[in-house]
C-alpha cells in the first residue's frame, strides 16, 4: 500500500464550482500534513498546512481526520487560476537522519474550465 | 523571499556520461534534499542531506551520489547516465524541524534527457 493515496484526476470543473480532494496516508505516526500546489512545468509551492482543528486560507478549508488516517482539501468558487495539481504531503518527526522529510502524494489535477 | 537555484533548466546527456547537477540555497537551511519526478510517479526522494558533508538515502539512490561540502550548496551526481535516469530532478531546502510547518523550498527544476 502506498503511504500517500490520492485520486489522481483530473477533476475537470467550471468556473464557481466546489471541489473537494481526498488523500489517505497509511503510517499512524504521521505528525505533520500539508496540502502543496504544483503548477504545469512548475516547482512544488505550499499551499496550507493542514491542523487537526481544521483550518480556512480564503476559498480553501483543509481537515484532518487521525483515527481515519484521512486528510481533505476543499475549494469554493473555483477560479481559473486554481487550475494545478495538489499533492497531499505528510511528515514524520523522526529525530536524528530523517528530519524535515516530506511524503508526498502522486497529486490530483485539476482543471478549472471558463 | 527563499530563493532555491539549480544549475541548469535543461540538460541532454548521453548514456555513460557524469552528470553533475547543482542546487543552492540562500536562506541558511540546514535541510537540502534531492528528488525526481516522473509521471505517474511522483515525487520520489534521491538523496538528503541535514549537514555539512551529511548524506543520507532516500527512497531511489541506486545511480546516485551526493556531495555536500558547503551548507547552501548540494550536489547531485549521475556517476554513468542512462536513459532511465531522463526525468525531472527537483531540489529543495528547509530549516531542522523545531517549528511547525516545516516548508519545503523547491528549486525550479531540471529537466534531464540521457540519449
Known amino acids: 500500500r502506498k503511504e500517500v493515496e490520492q485520486d489522481p484526476g483530473p477533476f475537470n470543473v467550471p468556473e464557481g464550482a466546489t471541489v473537494a480532494f481526498n488523500c489517505t496516508y497509511s503510517?499512524?505516526?504521521?505528525?505533520?500534513f500539508f496540502w502543496y500546489r504544483q503548477d504545469c512545468r512548475k516547482e512544488p509551492k505550499l499551499l496550507m498546512s493542514?491542523?487537526?482543528s481544521g483550518n480556512e486560507d480564503g476559498r480553501f478549508t483543509a481537515q484532518l481526520n487521525r483515527a481515519s488516517q484521512y486528510i481533505s482539501l476543499l475549494i469554493r468558487d473555483s477560479k481559473l487560476s486554481d487550475s494545478a495539481t495538489y499533492l497531499c504531503?505528510?511528515?514524520?518527526?523522526?529525530?536524528?537522519?530523517?528530519?524535515?522529510?516530506?511524503?508526498f502524494g502522486k497529486g490530483t489535477k485539476l482543471s478549472v474550465k471558463p | 523571499d527563499v530563493k532555491v537555484t539549480q544549475s541548469s533548466r535543461y540538460l541532454v546527456k548521453r548514456t555513460g556520461e557524469k552528470v553533475f547537477l547543482e542546487c543552492v540555497q540562500d536562506?541558511?537551511?540546514?535541510?537540502m534534499f534531492w528528488y525526481r519526478q516522473d509521471p505517474g510517479l511522483g515525487l520520489r526522494l534521491i538523496y538528503f542531506?541535514?549537514?555539512?558533508?551529511?548524506?543520507e538515502k532516500g527512497d531511489i539512490p541506486e545511480g546516485y551520489s551526493v556531495s555536500r561540502e558547503k551548507k547552501e550548496r548540494f550536489s547531485l551526481i549521475l556517476e554513468s547516465a542512462s536513459t532511465n535516469q531522463t526525468s525531472m530532478y527537483l531540489c529543495?531546502?528547509?530549516?531542522?524541524?523545531?517549528?511547525?510547518?516545516?516548508?519545503?523550498?523547491f528549486g525550479p527544476g531540471t529537466r534531464l534527457t540521457v540519449l
Open positions: 504531503v505528510v511528515s514524520h518527526m523522526n529525530y536524528g537522519g530523517s528530519q524535515g522529510n516530506l511524503i
Open positions: 493542514v491542523y487537526s
Open positions: 529543495a531546502s528547509s530549516k531542522l524541524p523545531t517549528h511547525f510547518p516545516n516548508e519545503q523550498f
Open positions: 503510517n499512524s505516526a504521521s505528525q505533520s
Open positions: 542531506s541535514y549537514d555539512v558533508k551529511m548524506k
Open positions: 536562506m541558511d537551511h540546514e535541510n
